[in-house]
């Protein structure tokens, strides 16, 4: 079975400064993986995704994402961030339509 | 990417009563949407996959007797919560899969369904 893992619920960062988080997955095959955004009270909004190739992607917003697949790792990053930033972030992975999430990380940017 | 919209974004009911919400897409024909439940400061559940011209196939432990969906046309697909009660509280969200790549899901911007 697939499954997610983000293991930090909430990280807090100043404004301006760099941004990891971080997201494991468990699938029996190559995923597909993708990050989400939500704001308070939104729906979903897709930051970038990995399917093949490259192992470094590039997303909306200037964050980007690294696909280990040693580590089973697709960890989110920015190197500054912006009060706009905050939000709760979803990590996903699916292949075949089916996508399983994260328990989200929640960010918080403080002045 | 695709557009995905739901009516209504909020709705407050009594309790015993049933509520439907409507999700549609909005720049393409979509066979496929899919239906989650999220609880607050929690992730997306799947409840179901919504097949238009055909029956919803519902996630093991989602009661489809109780969250009727229906996909009667390729832009619309309604979830019904009937005899609401209070622990239906939730945040409903409906994805369609992407026009070109089945791999990828677009959101609509959810309803905040609240039962007294």
């Known amino acids: 079975a697939q499954s997610v893992t983000q293991p930090d619920i909430h990280i807090t960062v100043s404004e301006g400064a760099s941004l990891e988080l971080r997201c494991n997955y468990s699938y029996g095959a190559t995923p597909y993986l993708f990050w989400y955004v939500q704001s308070p009270g939104q729906g979903l909004q897709l930051l970038l995704k990995y399917f093949s190739g490259d192992t470094l992607v590039q997303g909306i917003k200037g964050f980007e994402a690294e696909f280990k697949r040693s580590q089973s790792s697709f960890n989110l990053r920015k190197p500054s961030v912006h009060w706009s930033d905050a939000a709760e972030y979803f990590c996903a992975v699916g292949r075949n339509e089916k996508l399983t999430f994260g328990t989200g990380t929640r960010l918080t940017i403080i002045p | 990417g695709a557009v995905v919209s739901q009516h209504p974004s909020w709705v407050i009911c009594k309790s015993g009563t049933s509520v439907k919400i409507e999700c549609r897409s909005l720049d393409f024909q979509a066979t496929t949407m899919f239906w989650y439940r999220q609880f607050p400061k929690q992730s997306l559940m799947l409840m179901a996959t919504?097949?238009?011209?055909?029956?919803?196939?519902?996630e093991q432990g989602v009661e489809k007797d109780k969250f009727l969906i229906n996909h009667a046309s390729l832009t619309l697909s309604t979830l019904t919560v009937t005899s609401a009660h209070p622990e239906d509280s939730s945040f409903y969200i409906c994805?369609?899969?992407?026009?070109?790549?089945?791999?990828?899901?677009?959101f609509g911007p959810g309803t905040r369904l609240t039962v007294l």
């Open positions: 994805s369609e899969l992407g026009q070109f790549n089945y791999n990828e899901q677009f």
């Open positions: 919504s097949n238009e011209g055909s029956k919803a196939t519902y």
